[in-house]
């Protein structure tokens, strides 16, 4: 449940992120949405002479820390419609324990995509199909552009996605663990939320690649669908039977790539009778032929092999977008237009390449958005 709070404080050091210009402004908190191990975050407006702006979601993070700045440089040049973007942020010494904490004011969407999820699991009715797709293609989509700045976001899960139901936008947020990842460098393998850990990281990987995210997307779309996490392994080795139980055993050459020193138990022996894909259509059958084909190009032990995001955008799992411009929002009867999928940057366009004309529509459509 959010927390109703009521604190007012003046901000010396509020920073637009949009012209770098510093103002005083009186900042006034009057909910809490969330709380972890980083901090916690607040919807709140801002006082700008006389005008109020917002509402902002605000995350309060320690300063001068490694994770605040990373995180901070990261929001700074990102700019998409399916990331969070940065509009403010500022520095502000807390009255209760004395200590400087740094403040990202965001913009702010309804709920999460695990709230949305929730609200089908206790209606005990699927998520529409239609919804999954549309949610599925924004994460893609955010994830093509965060991918091709180096940018993994180590942490996708229904948590750390935004949603606003009524217009169907998304917005992938928490940048928290994120990070630019170099090659041959090594970075932790302890990262991503377990029932979205990728197997690499699992058996301890330090040398992985963005591939880690399009992981975790698989596990969103399989978690829409079934309206709980596909893997719910109670430790990170039983989070690998759960993996195996779908994929069957890790080949050891998969194994050996991700981290020679590995010593712990492979799941030699299949946990399930029939095939690979037997058993994902017996599972995750709900999402049709084509939704069914898209999780087993994604939900893959090697990481080389999984789908890039510019080839998850143009699976045919989403060809009833390119052809249908509208859904019906959760609660509503009469339909809504999609929100705008199409509207690729000259940056997105350079990195689709190829696969451009599998991946918009015909031009009357795109003029509509």
């Excluded at 690998?240 to 590995?262: H, M, Q, T, W």
């Excluded at 709900?286 to 080839?311: I, N």
């Amino acid at each position: 449940m959010s927390n109703v709070t009521n604190t007012e404080f003046i901000a010396n050091d509020v920073q637009s992120n949009q012209t770098n210009k510093i103002k005083q402004m009186l900042v006034k908190e009057y909910k809490k949405i969330g709380e972890g191990a980083f901090g916690t975050v607040s919807q709140a407006k801002l006082l700008d002479g006389d005008i109020w702006l917002g509402p902002y979601a605000i995350k309060k993070v320690p300063a001068q820390t490694e994770y605040k700045s990373r995180e901070l440089e990261i929001l700074r040049v990102t700019n998409h419609p399916n990331v969070i973007k940065l509009e403010y942020f500022f520095t502000h010494k807390s009255p209760s324990d004395g200590k400087i904490y740094q403040h990202l004011a965001m913009e702010c969407l309804p709920e999460t995509l695990q709230l949305e999820i929730r609200r089908y699991y206790s209606s005990a009715i699927d998520m529409p199909l239609k919804h999954i797709k549309i949610y599925t293609y924004q994460i893609a989509r955010g994830m093509m552009y965060l991918h091709a700045l180096g940018i993994c976001h180590r942490d996708i899960k229904p948590s750390n996605i935004l949603v606003d139901p009524t217009s169907g936008v998304l917005k992938i947020c928490d940048f928290g663990s994120a990070k630019k990842l170099e090659p041959k460098l090594p970075s932790v393998s302890y990262i991503c939320s377990r029932y979205y850990r990728a197997p690499e990281l699992i058996i301890g990987s330090q040398f992985y690649s963005t591939q880690i995210d399009i992981w975790g997307l698989g596990c969103v779309i399989a978690e829409m669908i079934l309206r709980k996490p596909i893997f719910q392994g109670d430790d990170p080795i039983l989070q690998l039977r759960e993996i195996s139980k779908l994929l069957g055993p890790p080949d050891k050459r998969f194994v050996f790539n991700a981290n020679p020193k590995y010593t712990g138990p492979l799941f030699s022996r299949p946990l399930f009778s029939g095939s690979v894909l037997q058993r994902f259509e017996k599972i995750l059958g709900a999402s049709g032929d084509k939704g069914v084909d898209l999780l087993m190009k994604v939900l893959v032990y090697e990481p080389t092999q999984r789908y890039s995001p510019r080839r998850i955008l143009s699976h045919p799992f989403f060809d009833d977008l390119r052809v249908d411009g509208q859904f019906i929002p959760r609660g509503a009867t009469s339909p809504a237009p999609l929100p705008a999928l199409f509207n690729f940057s000259n940056f997105e366009v350079d990195v689709i390449g190829e696969l451009m004309s599998g991946i918009i529509p015909d031009k009357q459509h795109v003029q509509a958005q």
